[in-house]
């Protein structure tokens, strides 16, 4: 392509044999169009970033960043017309779509979602829904039809600045998510299954339990008095608990710590096992670690929040039992940054709350909160700030978030507001501009038959208790989603920096495996508030320094030059393992 140097955008899509490039100037006028065979487009799309990084626009960055990263090239800048398409279609910042709404070919899933067949997804958690949704569009006039649109889309907007923002950081995501998959995370296999050995006991011939997860199944059905009781259905579990005085509404870790009953505490740790074996067991060992890698699959924006979900792998969840077998190769070392209480800082800085921000900064968040006499105790500031970013009206919460109010005002304010405002069937966006999914139609409806007449006192107690648990969504959901944004922000400076240092070049300190790009320091894993960065020891230092600047960045990109801190929990050592 003769004019790629001059490119501000060049868009691909696929042909029946091939692949078609289009380049466009800042203002979107194509300026030249070339088509390429199968093995030509990776070294055209290599060549160009050698001498001039213009930002790839295509429909699904897994699908194109597979064979790039394959054949050792990094893409420095993309836009992700599916993930784009999401936020802009939905954003309540957008005051005319451009057609967007309608063009309901691009709201077809990921790659990555495709293959684990994978859909919507709710707040928490990553829900499955029918695969059957046709491909998103894959030629170049689509793609570029779409971009138009999406265009105007931002151009019309009420915050074209945060919506840019906010979709140049989603398509950032995108690349870190190929990147990390490409990387994988260096994992020990054996020394995996040494621990499953000691807290499960002897890998089950034929596949049944563990023997310790017998033994405490035997104790738990002991203490029940029901040496049939079923443990794995939380509707028998439940009855079974209150056939011997444990009245618990549900089997969560949480309430039933809260109980004092010689059933809880081998309950909780069979609890413990099981997910242990199921989650990360020999069969999840064998499935997903190869070549002394862990490979996952992300799903940048797989959370309506705007967190990413794992479609493979449950790559977004690293229990502690197991830290210890992340280890880096020899002649390297791990970076592992976590950042202190992001979500209560952020909300600090949403609400530009100078008593919370000040109760935040250069220390521990809680700690600091226990220092304006709102609360007694650490844990207590824990409890009240938690239960205050997500709902909880009852117990301990329900007693001191009240003290928050008092004490921070317009951080209390802000999450109240969007509980109200979800309360009453309507929408909340995000610091950036992604918006929360509107009411489904029988919640409408729920709530429109509760005002009527006739209505019944369990339609009102119903429509009420709707109500309230969307309040909860939405005060969650402006906190939740900044923090996924901030999060991005990191991950897409942290990228850059990582990058900009030398690659090794000694035998001994090479990786052992992935694409010849890994020679550097880089990102192999990311946990909502955590990275781990794979360097050669020579750059460690310089990696987590790459970390703490990189987060500094973030918090001035969105927030601006504001008085509170995002202070990261750095360490570098062999292993991930927690001390």
């Known amino acids: ?343 209560p800082r952020v909300l600090a800085a949403m609400s530009r709350d100078t008593g919370l921000a000040d109760a935040a900064r250069g220390r521990d968040l809680y700690e600091g909160i226990v220092s304006t006499g709102a609360v007694g105790t650490r844990a207590e500031a824990k409890i009240a700030m938690l239960g205050a970013m997500y709902g909880a009206t009852t117990g301990d919460s329900g007693r001191l978030v009240p003290r928050l109010r008092k004490t921070f005002p317009r951080a209390m304010a802000l999450v109240d507001d969007a509980a109200r405002i979800g309360e009453d069937g309507g929408v909340v966006t995000t610091w950036l501009g992604r918006t929360s999914p509107p009411p489904s139609a029988e919640w409408t409806a729920v709530q429109s038959r509760a005002t009527e007449s006739s209505a019944s006192v369990v339609e009102e107690n119903r429509a009420r208790r709707w109500a309230r648990d969307r309040g909860r969504f939405t005060r969650n959901f402006v906190v939740q989603g900044t923090a996924a944004e901030w999060a991005l922000a990191w991950l897409a400076d942290l990228r850059m920096r990582l990058n900009a240092l030398p690659p090794v070049e000694a035998p001994d300190a090479a990786p052992r495996s992935g694409p010849v790009f890994l020679a550097r320091p880089h990102l192999a894993l990311f946990l909502h508030d955590e990275v781990i960065i794979h360097t050669p020891a020579v750059h460690a230092e310089a990696a987590a320094a790459a970390a703490r600047e990189a987060a500094d960045a973030a918090t001035r990109l969105l927030f601006g030059e504001i008085p509170l801190d995002f202070p990261l929990d750095l360490r570098i050592a062999a292993s991930a393992a927690k001390s």
């Open 1 to 343: 392509m003769d004019r790629a140097d001059a490119a501000s955008w060049i868009v691909l899509g696929r042909t029946g044999d091939g692949v078609t490039a289009a380049v466009l100037d800042a203002t979107g006028v194509e300026l030249e169009r070339a088509s390429f065979e199968e093995s030509a487009w990776i070294d055209e799309v290599a060549r160009i970033e050698t001498g001039h990084a213009p930002r790839w626009v295509w429909n699904d960055a897994p699908a194109w960043c597979a064979p790039l990263l394959d054949a050792g090239v990094r893409i420095a800048r993309c836009h992700d017309l599916r993930l784009a398409h999401a936020i802009l279609r939905d954003s309540a910042l957008v005051v005319d779509d451009a057609g967007l709404r309608a063009a309901s070919a691009w709201d077809a899933p990921s790659l990555a979602e495709q293959a684990a067949g994978a859909g919507a997804p709710a707040l928490f958690e990553w829900v499955e829904t029918d695969d059957s949704a046709a491909g998103l569009p894959t030629t170049i006039d689509d793609a570029i039809a779409e971009f138009s649109r999406q265009r105007a889309a931002l151009a019309a907007s009420a915050e074209s600045g945060r919506l840019r923002l906010l979709v140049a950081a989603e398509s950032a995501g995108a690349l870190v998510a190929a990147e990390l998959r490409a990387a994988g995370l260096p994992w020990d296999a054996q020394a995996h299954d040494r621990i499953l050995t000691e807290i499960l006991g002897e890998r089950p011939v034929g596949g049944g339990p563990p023997a310790r997860v017998e033994q405490l199944a035997a104790r738990v059905r002991a203490e029940l008095g029901d040496p049939a009781a079923s443990l794995d259905s939380q509707p028998k579990l439940l009855r079974a608990l209150h056939r011997v005085g444990v009245l618990v509404e549900s089997t969560s870790k949480w309430e039933l710590a809260e109980q004092r009953h010689p059933v809880i505490e081998p309950l909780l740790r069979y609890k413990q096992l099981v997910r242990l074996q199921s989650a990360n067991g020999w069969t999840w060992l064998a499935e997903w670690v190869r070549d002394g890698r862990f490979r996952p699959v992300y799903v940048p924006g797989g959370v309506v929040t705007g967190r990413w979900a794992s479609s493979g792998g449950g790559a977004l969840q690293l229990p502690r039992s197991l830290r210890d077998v992340v280890r880096a190769d020899p002649g390297w070392r791990l970076v592992v940054a976590d950042v202190a209480q992001l979500e």
